[in-house]
């Protein structure tokens, strides 16, 4: 199970700090990562890191939030963070957190996912 949190009302500029919280699997063992869908568009992939058991240690970023965005993990508190900074209009969405056994974050698409949490929404307004 994975819930999502952290989502909210932003201006532009501004910053969030998404958390997902995994259960029930051997969090070490799966990459974490958020996809975000916003009205009239497909999920798109945001941002994934590798699980802790991977030999490398690898994050991927959308190309539109590179430098904006970083993720991280807790593996004590089997959670991660996405953390958003100079939010645009444009990061408006739901953001979704999804866990994968395969994933090794070299890319991160819809096809990769084992699970997903329920949706936090994001909205960047002035």
């Known amino acids: 199970q994975l819930q999502a949190s952290g989502g909210g009302l932003v201006q532009p500029g501004g910053s969030l700090r998404l958390s997902c919280v995994a259960s029930?699997?051997?969090?070490?063992?799966?990459?974490i990562g958020w996809f975000r869908q916003a009205p009239g568009k497909e999920r798109e992939g945001v941002s994934c890191i590798s699980s802790s058991s991977s030999s490398i240690g690898r994050t991927y970023y959308a190309d539109s939030v590179m430098g904006r965005f970083t993720i991280s993990r807790d593996n004590a508190k089997n959670t991660v963070h996405l953390q958003m900074d100079s939010l645009k209009p444009e990061d408006t969405a739901v953001y979704y957190c999804a866990s994968s056994r395969s994933a090794k974050c070299t890319v991160w698409g819809r096809p990769l996912v084992d699970s997903w949490g329920q949706g936090t929404q994001v909205t960047v307004s002035s």
């Open positions: 029930g699997f051997t969090f070490d063992d799966y990459a």
